[in-house]
Nanobody
Framework: QVQLVESGGGLVQAGGSLTLSCAASGSILSVDLMAWYRQAPGKQRELVAGITRAGATTYAHSVKGRFLISRDNAKRMVHLRMNSLKAEDTAVYYC??????WGQGTQVTVSS
């Protein structure tokens, strides 16, 4: 089973940027959708952004225009570039692929 490990989280001021990375322990060539989710305290986990094998992307309305998802199948990596961060982006961010287990998550905290 391919394992996913997220990294890149941290503390950033509002308006700042972070890039999250998701490293897969095996090939993701056959995984159609790779996605980032997030879960804030007391809230349900929500889809932030997704990218298919063909490169089609989808974004939550709240992050559209600020976040950019990308994937590198050769390097088995998925990235999430987050710009213009807001306090409401504070959450644990998780990487997920179709048929794969959740990663352990990485904390993003945006100070206002």
């Amino acid at each position: 089973q391919v394992q996913l490990v997220e990294s890149g989280g941290g503390l950033v001021q509002a308006g700042g940027s972070l890039t999250l990375s998701c490293a897969a322990s095996g090939s993701i060539l056959s995984v159609d959708l790779m996605a980032w989710y997030r879960q804030a305290p007391g809230k349900q986990r929500e889809l932030v952004a997704g990218i298919t094998r063909a490169g089609a992307t989808t974004y939550a309305h709240s992050v559209k225009g600020r976040f950019l998802i990308s994937r590198d199948n050769a390097k088995r990596m998925v990235h999430l570039r987050m710009n213009s961060l807001k306090a409401e982006d504070t959450a644990v961010y998780y990487c997920k692929g179709d048929g794969l287990n959740w990663g352990q998550g990485t904390q993003v905290t945006v100070s206002s």
